[in-house]
């Protein structure tokens, strides 16, 4: 605040310029360590640092970031949402078949797998807010349903024939850089700004950290949560429809293990399964550690089943990180 | 003090489970009056309250405010029509700043768009937090702290802003001096009194009696979710108060 005192700075404890740094190392710390990692990877690979290289990893991690600015939302409100993958999966399969047997336009059909993920979400999210489900539970069974009726419409196989317009999404690109990431920058952005700039984003804030408290100052608590879980179901559909585009089909078996990668980006990116504390851009640099960890190790030719062992890692060492930050703060005060 | 009441409480009962927290009871308080609100343990002080505020929703009875009966049922509606409750344990966000706290349920924002959009005033809600704060003189430097890095005098101060921020008619406090020292105390009950004189009323619920006699006009007994009696501070002594709450009999008849 311009108001600030200087009183302020004389505030026991380290010096000024020694606080300062503290502060940039703790805001920063998943910055550097994405940067530290990347140095390591452009040491010892000669393909990492490359413009097109960067690019791959963009395009690789879109469908992650889309999931994962959804989560975010539902972590900071203290929620789970299990269902991630299995709305993709749905929003795939309906998207491709609206096209194909539907005999819809691409637009349409694209409108209409939007929506059914978002009505997916907003049920788990009618079950947590009105029926005090735990989230865990209405989106464990929104994964069975969502996923289910996806193997279903497909009877386990692909839908294929799809236009080749809608190609666009998936594989197209504007200069140099691929559709997906653009449509992944777009919701980043619209995600950043309804969390920092909406009354909504200040009160799924103040859910997470304190639900009675934002009840007794007046906030619908059910309606945030149903809001929240539809945003996230809305996200698993758009990542579904782009999975279509650039698998040029409508397949009910996708993103089975984008869940887990979704939820170690939130974590990885800051935010608390506590609930109450995170951001969106703190998410997509989870994302980034992953697809850049993956990309590296995959350069690299580390199996695969290493790149697993990396990852949690990597979690552990980040939710470490943040632990240790915290009690230096509580030291502080 | 004006002879009509600006809330009046009616009958009201309430039950948790087997438990009847509160039984028929009535409750009042004029115009720049300062109530204190006294009783044992689980006599259902603050449940009454709680009603009052509209965390709780009465089983029985009615709200009467100016004359006129008012449904209250959640806490929006109680804050629509003047009344501001102070909790005792602050009902504050710890994860969010000072300002975001202040103004939470009730954030000010500007329209873009012709209205499509409402995005949040930030610079008005800090600044005129900032004054606010000011103006209680809490030794906070800067409105953007989260409420948790805070001391527990100062989340009181933040909950206390958010209590006067807007134009209150009525402001409940539930024990607010309970976790204060002496000094803030005083300052506490001077801020009551400076209520008191712009014309807002104040019902303070409390154990220390002394606090409640030095600022309050009224005092109201609660034993075991009744009402058992009523005395003006200037006519009584703290002994009898105490007299009232350990050992008092319903004086008052149920209506």
């Known amino acids: 605040m311009k108001k600030e005192r200087p009183a302020d700075t004389a505030a026991s404890g380290p010096a000024p310029d020694q606080k300062k740094i503290i502060t940039l190392l703790k805001r920063f710390s998943t910055l550097i360590g994405l940067f530290l990692i990347s140095a390591v990877l452009a040491l010892t690979s000669e393909h990492f640092l490359s413009a097109e290289n960067f690019l791959n990893i963009l395009l690789q991690n879109a469908n992650i970031a889309i999931l994962a600015i959804g989560m975010t939302m539902v972590i900071i409100l203290g929620e789970i949402d299990l269902s991630v993958g299995g709305i993709e999966a749905l929003g795939c399969v309906v998207a491709a078949w609206m096209m194909v047997y539907g005999g819809l336009g691409i637009i349409s059909s694209i409108v209409i797998a939007l929506i059914a993920g978002t009505l997916c979400g907003m049920i788990s999210g009618f079950f947590v807010a009105y029926f005090r489900f735990h989230s865990f539970v209405s989106t464990l069974a929104m994964m069975g349903i969502s996923r289910g009726l996806a193997l279903i419409y497909t009877h386990g196989a692909s839908i294929y024939g799809l236009p080749d317009s809608f190609r666009f999404i998936g594989q197209g690109s504007i200069g140099p850089i691929a559709v997906p990431v653009i449509i992944a920058a777009v919701v980043l952005l619209l ?6 700039q909406f009354r909504m984003g200040n009160h799924i804030y103040a859910v997470g950290g304190n639900i009675e408290a934002a009840r007794l100052a007046g906030i619908n608590v059910g309606r945030v949560k149903m809001i929240v879980l539809s945003i996230s179901g809305f996200c698993g559909a758009l990542a579904g429809v782009i999975m279509a585009s650039r698998l040029n089909s409508g397949q009910g078996t996708i993103g089975e293990a984008d869940l887990l990668d979704t939820i170690a980006a939130v974590i990885i990116g800051g935010t608390s399964l506590m609930g109450g504390v995170g951001t969106i851009p703190g998410t997509i640099l989870g994302v980034l550690i992953i697809g850049v960890i993956r990309n590296g190790l995959n350069l690299l030719g580390v199996s695969s089943f290493w790149q697993m062992v990396a990852i949690g890692v990597i979690i552990i060492c980040a939710v470490l990180v943040d632990e240790i930050r915290r009690r230096f703060q509580e030291k502080e005060r | 003090m004006s002879d009509a009441p600006l809330v009046e409480m009616r009958n009201i009962s309430k039950t948790f489970g087997a438990v009847k927290a509160l039984q028929n009871v009535n409750f009042e308080v ?37 004359g006129n009966k008012v449904h209250i049922s959640n806490p929006v509606d109680s804050r629509n029509l003047g009344i501001e409750m102070l909790y005792q344990n602050f009902a504050l966000a710890g994860n969010i700043n000072i300002y975001q706290n202040i103004y939470l349920g009730r954030e000010l924002t500007r329209n873009y768009l012709g209205g499509l959009f409402k995005i949040l005033d930030k610079k008005m809600m800090a600044d005129r937090s900032y004054e606010l704060i000011s103006r209680l003189k809490i030794d906070v430097h800067r409105v953007t702290k989260r409420v948790k890095e805070l001391s527990g005098g100062q989340q009181q101060s933040v909950a206390i802003a958010r209590v006067i921020a807007f134009n209150a008619q009525l402001i409940i406090m539930d024990e607010p001096t309970a976790n204060l020292g002496i000094k803030e105390v005083g300052r506490l009950l001077d801020l009551i009194r400076r209520l008191k004189d712009q014309g807002i009323s104040v019902i303070f619920i409390s154990h220390r009696l002394d606090d409640i006699f030095s600022v309050g006009d009224r005092v109201i007994v609660l034993k075991r979710g009744k009402r058992i009696g009523m005395r003006q501070t200037k006519e009584t002594t703290e002994k009898e108060v105490v007299r009232l709450i350990v050992g008092g009999e319903q004086e008052e008849e149920d209506s």
Not at chain 1, 191 to 196: D, I, K, M, R, V
Not at chain 2, 31 to 39: D, N
């Open chain 1, 191 to 196: 995600g950043h700004l309804f969390l920092t």
């Open chain 2, 30 to 66: 004029m115009p720049a009056e300062i109530v204190g609100l006294v009783g044992d343990n689980a006599a259902g002080k603050s449940t009454l309250m709680k009603i009052l505020s509209g965390a709780y929703v009465a089983d029985q009875g009615e709200i009467w405010m100016n």
